[in-house]
């Protein structure tokens, strides 16, 4: 149990987990609709960590996420990448930052790949969707 709430401590859920009708003991399911999709994919994010894979596919995790509680997980994500292949699918730019190499796709083609320092400075595609997100 306590390695239940350390995850969702982790993963910025505790908080919201302890007001449902029976806290931790609440039984849900994928119809579950006493809780927002955000709040959905942050328990998600509490699992994964439990769950501690050695590949980790993230799609879109924190597509339903504000950016303040991202900007709270992100060192929650960051720990959980660590030294562990990690696919990260995402269009939210700041969720990728980090990553050793980020592959940019269009229609299915690789169209740019880098570091986020590299693709920035290229000024290409990936520098133009970034500083858009953030104008």
Known sequence: ???VIAAAKAAHCDEFIRTLPHG????MNEESDNISQGQKQLLTIARVILADPKILILDE????IDTRTEILI???MD???QDRTSFIIAHRLSTIRNADLILVMNQGDIIEQGRHGELLAAGGIYAGMYNSQFE
């Open 79 to 81: 720990a959980l990448m």
């Open 1 to 3: 149990r306590e390695q």
């Open 61 to 64: 995790a924190t597509s339903s």
């Open 74 to 76: 992100q060192k929650a």
């Open 24 to 27: 931790y003991d609440t039984i």
